[in-house]
Nanobody, 117 residues
Framework: QVQLVESGGGLVQPGGSLRLSCAASGSIFGSNVMGWYRQAPGKQRELVARIISDSLTDYADSVKGRFTISRDNARNTVYLQMNSLKPEDTAVYYC???????????WGQGTQVTVSS
């Protein structure tokens, strides 16, 4: 089992920045993918970014050039640096963990990000 705890959400003004963190604990080992999804009111949950290593990342078109995903393997933590935030980025952001061998899927409880003046 893997537990995921997100932090760093909050209220920011348009154009501002925010950094989300997700700490994983439990049965953690190599060959996994961690990522961030988000769900806005009235919309489906969508992929924001995911990461295998520093050179293997994937981003939604809507956040390319503004968001950066990274991970600290020693701390089993994934980060999402969000810059140039827009009101459209307002959503609940969920951390995701997929195990490489068994394809087990785990989700955090979510953290609210609100971009507003």
């Amino acid at each position: 089992q893997v537990q995921l705890v997100e932090s760093g959400g909050g209220l920011v003004q348009p154009g501002g920045s925010l950094r989300l963190s997700c700490a994983a604990s439990g049965s953690i080992f190599g060959s996994n993918v961690m990522g961030w999804y988000r769900q806005a009111p009235g919309k489906q949950r969508e992929l924001v970014a995911r990461i295998i290593s520093d050179s293997l990342t994937d981003y939604a078109d809507s956040v390319k050039g503004r968001f950066t995903i990274s991970r600290d393997n020693a701390r089993n933590t994934v980060y999402l640096q969000m810059n140039s935030l827009k009101p459209e980025d307002t959503a609940v952001y969920y951390c995701n963990f997929v195990r490489g061998l068994s394809l087990e899927n785990y989700w955090g409880q979510g953290t609210q990000v609100t971009v507003s003046s």
